[in-house]
């Protein structure tokens, strides 16, 4: 079976060709963990392979609650996707707690 124009990232078991004696053989990155790889998928998929690479972390965002417990997030974007069957993209976004300290919090209303 051949791989030609058909590389596909991760595990995908719609993304094979016909083998040897009426086989499967598989064209997406999971293969190499299986081991039922098409006999050309190192020479035309992993050669071409783009990894996911990110931009830096942007900012926290400030306390979801002015009093009390809330959450902090921030994100960063892709600046190249993977291709053809490349590293996988890293965490996008992340969160962490914070505590609200606004200066009225304590006070009655």
């Not at 598989?26 to 293969?31: E, I, L, R, T």
């Not at 009390?68 to 921030?74: K, Y």
């Not at 992340?94 to 006070?107: D, M, S, V």
């Amino acid at each position: 079976g051949s791989c030609r124009h058909r590389c596909c990232p991760g595990r995908n078991n719609a993304c094979w060709a016909p083998g040897a004696r009426r086989a499967r053989c598989y064209c997406d990155s999971y293969c190499q963990r299986t081991g039922d790889c098409c006999r050309d998928y190192l020479a035309t998929c992993r050669r071409a392979a783009v990894g996911c690479a990110v931009g830096p972390w942007g900012p926290w965002s400030g306390c979801s609650s002015p009093c009390g417990v809330g959450s902090r997030a921030r994100s960063r974007q892709v600046t190249v996707p993977p291709r053809h069957g490349g590293d996988p993209c890293p965490d996008l976004k992340q969160r962490r707690g914070c505590l609200g300290q606004h200066p009225t919090c304590g006070t009655a209303k």
